[in-house]
């Protein structure tokens, strides 16, 4: 089992930042890849930015320039930096975690944090 718990959102004004942490525990293996998802009213959920642990990185086109996936393979923690932020960020964010297991690919999800952006 592995645990994810997302810290970081809250209200921000347009064109504010704002950075989310993910902290993974549980039973963790190193060849997996961690990503960023987000939702918002309405939506369907939608994939924000995923990393492996070698470092190789995607963004949605959307936040491309602005949004900056990082992670800690030795705390086991990724992070999202939102710069530049728009109303069109507004979403809950959740923290998504894949590995490959002897049981075969495991997927784990976070619970979320709301991010806000609004005047």
């Known amino acids: 089992q592995v645990q994810l718990v997302e810290s970081g959102g809250g209200l921000v004004q347009p064109g504010g930042s704002l950075r989310l942490s993910c902290a993974a525990s549980?039973?963790?293996?190193?060849?997996?890849?961690m990503a960023w998802y987000r939702q918002a009213p309405g939506k369907q959920r939608e994939t924000v930015a995923s990393?492996?642990?070698?470092?190789?990185?995607n963004y949605a086109d959307s936040v491309k320039g602005r949004f900056t996936i990082s992670r800690d393979n030795g705390k086991n923690t990724v992070d999202l930096q939102m710069n530049s932020l728009k109303p069109e960020d507004t979403a809950v964010y959740y923290c998504?975690?894949?590995?490959?297991?002897?049981?075969?690919?495991?997927?784990?999800w976070g619970k979320g944090t709301l991010v806000t952006v609004s005047s």
């Open positions: 990393i492996t642990r070698l470092g190789t990185t």
């Open positions: 998504n975690y894949r590995a490959i297991y002897r049981s075969g690919l495991a997927i784990y």
């Open positions: 549980g039973n963790i293996v190193s060849l997996n890849t």
